[in-house]
């Protein structure tokens, strides 16, 4: 079974330049996650989908961050204007929805903002 | 709310070792416990969880971890540890969203 992909895997920008990373989750997730982990840091959650609805984006910098679901399967996260302290891995995850079930996590996306 | 306190942020032990990495947590809603871990440049694997029943739930590579309701403790065990396990290990509480500590990084030392 394919895992959950990302790209691109790094990269790297100047402050106040825009960036976007895409997630295609595994098939049959409903539920979508993005998560942003600093270095040295937990991940900690930016936005939740469930199909192509948002449930939790508390957490979001609705400012510089947006994201989508369109059609409820591939996810784009968005950041513009990006800021020094945007540096860290973004994290997509996704899982079938229901109580404890396990949340599957792709490898990342690697940012640099300089 | 929910959050998890991770007590250690480094464990250095050696190889064939015992090691415990420990976590608190705190929620006021139904506990759902887990542990992943993380290599490095890599994303998070799930090593095990807790939803209910016992309270000592075994996972993969050797790994078991004890809910300890009292205390609200979910701390992470093996009883000996190799090199392969050298990484870092997130303490996650939550249902359909997940709460993570600040990661224990595991040395583990020839």
């Known amino acids: 079974e394919a895992g959950v992909a990302q790209s691109p895997r790094y990269k790297i920008i100047e402050k106040r330049q825009s960036v976007a990373f895409w997630c295609n989750p595994i098939?049959?997730?409903?539920?979508l996650y993005w998560y942003q982990q600093i270095l040295g840091q937990g991940p900690k959650l930016l936005i939740q989908?469930?199909?192509?609805?948002?449930?939790?984006d508390s957490q979001l910098p609705k400012d510089r961050f947006s994201a989508e679901r369109l059609k409820g399967v591939d996810s784009t996260l968005k950041i513009q204007p990006a800021k020094l302290e945007d540096s860290a891995v973004y994290l997509c995850a996704s899982r079938v929805t229901g109580p404890g079930n396990t949340i599957y996590f792709g490898e990342g996306s690697w940012l640099t903002v300089v | 709310a929910q959050s998890v306190t991770q007590l250690d942020s480094q464990v250095p032990v050696f190889e064939e070792a015992p090691v415990e990495l420990r976590c608190n947590y705190s929620?006021?809603?139904?506990?759902?416990l887990f542990w992943y871990v993380q290599y490095p440049n890599q994303g998070l694997q799930l090593l095990l969880k807790?939803?209910?029943?016992?309270?000592l739930v075994k996972g993969i590579n050797g790994f078991e971890a004890e809910f300890n309701k009292s205390q609200t403790s979910f701390h992470l065990r093996k009883p000996s540890v190799h090199i392969s396990d050298t990484a870092e290990y997130f303490c996650?509480?939550?249902?359909?969203?997940?709460?993570f500590g600040e990661g224990t990084q595991l040395t583990v030392n020839p």
């Open positions: 996650a509480v939550g249902s359909s969203r997940l709460t």
């Open positions: 929620s006021s809603v139904s506990v759902y």
């Open positions: 098939s049959g997730h409903a539920t």
């Open positions: 807790y939803l209910s029943g016992s309270t």
């Open positions: 989908f469930q199909n192509n609805g948002v449930v939790d």
